[in-house]
């Protein structure tokens, strides 16, 4: 089996605050909130909020986990302390020194019960703290949603503009799908955010087809595509991703657990498709503690499936600093 360098100091740019925190910790964090949880046993509560390869069927099913682990994280208490134990654990487990962290703050404020403010400043601390401690240079991306109302998407903006100058780095629209959703209805929007110096990415080319990569480059012109590996299935997209110098967050392991990808075999095709016409790639998790993965586990299986060698890794791990959002 081959091994990666351990001292090398790597890069993340695709990870979720709701898939992000240990179990240990999300038990905790909801037993002093008084949240009724659905077990009182402890490993039920694990297989509750990680995936589970025979019990996860569909992509759906995958988000639905988000249910739990959202609501547990909503609290200015709660979101502070998550962000911290994720960057400070990145650090501490995959020698880790850069760091973009993505949530959706709306998600965590009980429909309105907790003040959105709150809930910012909150995982901002969360930030500081874990930058104080640990030699990570870290920033948080706020997650627009595919079911919210463009209002609510609006003020998400205006909030990540609000505290640009506190550690937020930059947007993104994730989420399930929702019948009429369209893209390019946020053209403005995110034209004001890269206005304000914010960075662009956003979710495509994963749950849906390789259409919503090219409405999103030609609406939105983002930095950067999260996942985006169904472009492989057509030449003209992927020349598009590749002149418009738009990066990929890949998450392999998260790409196969939700059956976006089928088997190691078309993992493999799908990244010598991406390579063959030059497009920009970096690896990521998305979310190593639901996935009960982490970084260096995700290049480990690339390298010893023979899909990518260490001079590739090393060259997607160069890729994640440079294309991130922190300068």
């Known amino acids: 089996m081959q091994e990666l360098d351990p001292n090398m100091k790597l890069a993340e740019l695709h990870v979720h605050l709701g898939s992000s925190v240990d179990p240990a910790t999300m038990w905790e964090i909801a037993h002093l909130q008084g949240i009724r949880l659905p077990t009182k046993d402890y490993w039920a509560f694990v297989d509750l909020i990680t995936v589970n390869p025979s019990r996860i069927k569909s992509f759906e099913e995958y988000l639905k986990l988000f249910t739990w682990t959202d609501?547990?994280?909503?609290?200015?208490?709660?979101?502070?302390?998550?962000?911290?134990?994720t960057i400070a654990g990145a650090y501490r487990k995959n020698n880790i020194t850069?760091?973009?962290?993505r949530f959706n703050p709306m998600k965590r404020n009980r429909n309105g019960e907790q003040d959105l403010d709150h809930i910012m400043m909150a995982a901002?601390?969360?930030?500081?703290?874990?930058?104080?401690?640990y030699p990570v240079r870290a920033g948080l991306i706020v997650c627009l949603d595919r079911t919210f109302t463009y209002r609510q998407n609006q003020i998400l903006v205006e909030k990540a503009l609000k505290y640009s100058s506190r550690g937020i780095v930059g947007i993104d629209i994730a989420g399930p799908a929702k019948e009429g959703f369209r893209y390019s209805d946020y053209k403005e929007l995110?034209?004001?955010?890269?206005?304000g110096g914010l960075g662009l990415t956003v979710h495509a080319g994963e749950d849906d087809d390789y259409?919503?990569?090219v409405e999103v480059i030609n609406s939105l012109e983002p930095d950067r595509?999260?996942?985006?590996?169904r472009i492989v299935h057509d030449e003209g997209t992927m020349d598009l991703v590749r002149e418009n110098k738009v990066t990929l967050e890949i998450c392999p392991s998260s790409n196969l657990n939700t059956h976006v990808v089928k088997d190691l075999d078309e993992m493999k095709w799908i990244f010598e498709r991406i390579r063959s016409k030059g497009i920009k790639y970096t690896i990521n998790t998305d979310g190593p503690e639901m996935l009960m993965t982490?970084?260096?586990?995700e290049m480990h299986l690339l390298l010893n499936s023979n899909i990518l060698t260490k001079d590739e890794l090393a060259k997607a791990n160069e890729q994640a600093f440079a294309s991130s959002f922190l300068k």
Do not use: C, F, T, W
Request: glycine content about 8%; aromatic content about 4%; cysteine-free.
């Open 71 to 85: 609501l547990i994280q909503s609290s200015p208490i709660a979101v502070e302390r998550a962000v911290y134990q």
């Open 98 to 101: 850069q760091l973009e962290l």
């Open 124 to 133: 901002i601390r969360g930030l500081d703290r874990a930058s104080i401690e």
């Open 190 to 195: 995110y034209a004001k955010a890269r206005g």
């Open 211 to 213: 259409r919503s990569v």
């Open 225 to 229: 595509i999260g996942h985006g590996v």
């Open 294 to 297: 982490h970084l260096r586990n």
